[in-house]
């Protein structure tokens, strides 16, 4: 079964500070991949995926992955943290299947912390 | 904009009672899901749906079970809350069909089980 890593539960930078948040997956054949954010009291809303294609990909808000195949891994970057980027972030996986429901599977989160 | 919207953002219910969440979204999306998430441990699978009157258990549907008579939407029943279902509810909409879609989620509902 599909699943993913996120590696830290929390993550703390400084505003301006680069952001890297840890994604891992574990699959043979490449998975779709993507990364959700929380806001406080907030459902998830989708900040980018990759599905095919260019494996960097640009999301809102400034933030972008890139899909590495050799690592199994899809981490995401911002160059610049700013103080509203303070959120839960999530990163996905679903089998990449042509046929049949295709499933989400979340990692179990990361917190990311922007300080002044 | 797509909506999803869950009707009780905040619930206090006592061991035993029976719980009803509700979720409609507005934007004629095939596929629903509940979600419970928990610190720790992300946002895992409770149930989904295809379709109209079709379900599917997804990774914890103990305890649990759905409801989908109108497409627009569903819902998850607790039949006799117990203390270790205290969670936060996430439902979550997307088209059916082709590589998966954005899932659209609601703002949550916070049970707690005295």
């Known amino acids: 079964a599909q699943s993913v890593t996120q590696l830290g539960s929390h993550v703390s930078v400084s505003e301006g500070a680069l952001v890297l948040l840890r994604c891992n997956y574990s699959?043979?054949?490449?998975?779709?991949l993507f990364w959700y954010v929380q806001y406080p009291n907030q459902g998830l809303q989708l900040l980018l995926k990759?599905?095919?294609?260019?494996?960097l990909v640009k999301g809102i808000n400034g933030f972008e992955a890139e899909f590495k195949k050799s690592e199994t891994s899809f981490h995401l970057t911002k160059p610049s943290a700013h103080m509203s980027d303070a959120a839960e972030y999530f990163c996905?996986?679903?089998?990449?299947?042509?046929?049949?429901?295709?499933?989400?599977?979340f990692g179990t989160g990361t917190r990311l912390l922007v300080s002044p | 904009d797509v909506k999803v919207t869950q009707s009780s953002r905040y619930l206090v219910k006592r061991t035993g009672e029976k719980v009803f969440l509700e979720c409609v979204q507005d934007?004629?999306?095939?596929?629903m899901f509940w979600y419970r998430q928990d610190p720790g441990l992300g946002l895992r699978l409770i149930y989904f749906?295809?379709?109209?009157?079709?379900?599917e258990k997804g990774d914890i549907p103990e305890g649990y079970s759905v409801s989908r008579e109108k497409k627009e939407r569903f819902s998850l029943i607790l039949e006799s809350a117990s203390t270790n279902q205290t969670s936060m509810y996430l439902c979550?909409?997307?088209?059916?069909?082709?590589?998966?879609?954005?899932?659209?989620f609601g703002e949550g509902s916070r049970l707690t089980v005295l």
């Open positions: 979550a909409s997307r088209l059916g069909t082709g590589i998966p879609g954005e899932l659209f």
């Open positions: 699959s043979s054949v490449p998975p779709y």
């Open positions: 990759y599905t095919t294609g260019a494996t």
């Open positions: 996905a996986v679903s089998d990449r299947v042509n046929t049949g429901f295709q499933k989400l599977v």
């Open positions: 934007m004629d999306h095939e596929n």
């Open positions: 749906s295809y379709d109209v009157k079709m379900k």
